[in-house]
């Protein structure tokens, strides 16, 4: 049984940091992309972050690009993504997902078959 389990959320003061992991059990963690995507009420799910499968290529959205940095332990069938000077518009559930590495980033979450449930990061001014 895939899963996917998000920890590391809270509510934070804006430039504070906070950083999430994403815990992966049930596929073999080293041969997959791993991608954090973000969503509000109403708002359609949005890219933040992908990494492959080695960990030595990264992708991020505009918005967080030089503020967030995603990681992962294969050891640990774990990722990670490390916010830094947060702000209130990063305010959002965030979700980790994952897929087969197709040789290139993808930011659309249609792309990625697995997901866990999320994790809320709320950031007041």
């Known amino acids: 049984q895939e899963q996917l389990v998000e920890a590391g959320g809270g509510l934070v003061q804006a430039g504070d940091s906070l950083n999430l992991s994403c815990t992966v059990s049930?596929?073999?963690?080293?041969?997959?992309?791993v991608g954090w995507f973000r969503q509000s009420p109403g708002i359609e799910r949005g890219f933040v972050a992908t990494?492959?499968?080695?960990?030595?290529?990264?992708y991020y959205g505009e918005s967080v690009k030089g503020r967030f940095t995603i990681a992962r332990d294969n050891a640990k069938n774990t990722a990670y993504l490390q916010m830094n000077n947060l702000k209130p518009e990063d305010t959002a559930r965030y979700f980790c997902?994952?897929?087969?590495?197709?040789?290139?980033?993808?930011?659309?979450?249609?792309?990625?078959?697995?997901w866990g449930q999320g994790t809320q990061v709320t950031v007041s001014s």
């Open positions: 997902a994952a897929d087969l590495w197709i040789g290139v980033p993808t930011t659309r979450p249609q792309t990625y078959r697995w």
């Open positions: 049930g596929l073999t963690f080293g041969s997959y992309a």
């Open positions: 990494i492959d499968p080695s960990g030595s290529r990264s």
